[in-house]
């Protein structure tokens, strides 16, 4: 019987937090050779076909993983294989195979094929189909806050748009063979060096997107003007995206504080309000300060009357094991006489 891969396992964890880098390395890799003209070959393009390799592996792994379905996890390869293959599998496959690296060997590896062979290189980006599909998993796992998380999410999101905007910038010029009247020739960097025609390209790129607009880099051709129309109502639409949903998310991860604290300055106005000695106000206030501390405002004593009894006792178990070490009588109880004691206990 072939092993399955639990999908929250450790070792599952750790491979999509390689995966979802090597995403990130391919998908800015890929456009900026593209965009820049570099050699099809190279130290890049040992990278790219190295990155390829892992990502094969990491499909003969998909076909051994675990997944989610209807609150149940599925363990059975007969159900698995199918799932992936039906969902997942055809992207995964479009963005592994190096269909690039084929043509480039089928004509010779000729310099003429260099055009073509970058631009199927480009169908590597649909991996970031797999980073969302790893992201989305993430999120079930509450190992970190969802609102932080998020808020990471679109912080990567955003410089990757940020660099494929800038690509396609200088791209827009060197298609063209840098005509005079280009912003690259107006800025005297048609011979400037690579990382001197990146930077100005991502300086442009980032100057309006946030709508600063410095106006020493302008468009002057048709093809310009379209792109910074494009690229400013998307950095408009983006900024106001990024914003609005940081601070939603940052309202949201200080809610349950929020409440909690809204609560309790009612509860001391009121004690104020009839006349209460400080002391036993200071009291009132302690009481709430270790609440919060130890429980974060919520109420365990009903948290988890919604969970079936089998799981809510795994769960208490877990919660009050401690506990219960110290009780040496719990230990001789019977199992039906633990569970009834375990569903009996209330925090204090």
């Known amino acids: 019987m072939a092993t399955v891969i639990r999908e929250h396992s450790h070792f599952r964890i750790a491979w999509d937090a390689g995966i979802v880098a090597l995403v990130m390395c391919s998908c800015a890799i890929v456009p900026f050779q593209c965009a820049f003209g570099l050699d099809a070959g190279g130290m890049a393009a040992a990278v790219i076909y190295a990155i390829d390799a892992i990502f094969a592996v990491d499909i003969a792994l998909n076909l051994r993983t675990s997944y989610r ?11 698995i294989v199918p799932h992936y293959l039906r969902t997942m599998f055809p992207l995964d496959a479009i963005g592994t195979i190096p269909f690039d690296l084929l043509v480039w060997a089928a004509t010779g590896f000729a310099a003429e094929a260099t055009g073509l062979v970058l631009a199927l290189r480009l169908l590597r980006m649909f991996r970031l189909v797999r980073m969302v599909t790893i992201f989305s998993r993430w999120e079930t796992l509450g190992w970190m806050n969802p609102g932080y998380f998020r808020i990471t999410r679109l912080v990567f999101v955003f410089m990757l748009l940020i660099h494929w905007i800038a690509c396609v910038w200088f791209f827009s010029a060197r298609i063209s063979l840098f005509p005079d009247d280009c912003w690259v020739a107006r800025a005297g960097l048609v011979d400037a060096t690579l990382d001197t025609q990146y930077i100005r390209s991502l300086y442009w790129t980032i100057v309006t997107m946030t709508t600063v607009g410095y106006g020493d880099i302008t468009p002057v051709r048709r093809e310009e003007y379209v792109i910074s129309m494009v690229v400013m109502i998307l ?11 940081i601070a939603s998310l940052l309202s949201g991860v200080n809610a349950a504080k929020t409440s909690f604290w809204n609560h309790m300055n009612l509860v001391e106005q009121n004690l104020r309000s009839r006349g209460i000695p ?18 974060r405002g919520v109420h365990e004593d009903t948290l988890f009357n919604d969970l079936p009894i089998s799981l809510r006792l795994e769960v208490l178990r877990h919660v009050a094991r401690d ?26």
């Open 235 to 245: 950095g408009a639409s983006m900024y106001a995206f990024l914003v609005g949903n």
């Open 323 to 348: 506990f219960l070490q110290g009780v040496s009588l719990y230990g001789y109880c019977s199992p039906p006489l633990q569970n009834e004691l375990l569903l009996a206990l209330t925090p204090r």
């Open 69 to 79: 379905h209807a609150g149940m996890t599925i363990t059975s390869t007969e159900k």
């Open 278 to 295: 400080n002391e036993l106000g200071a009291r009132v206030s302690d009481y709430y300060d270790y609440i919060w501390a130890m429980y």
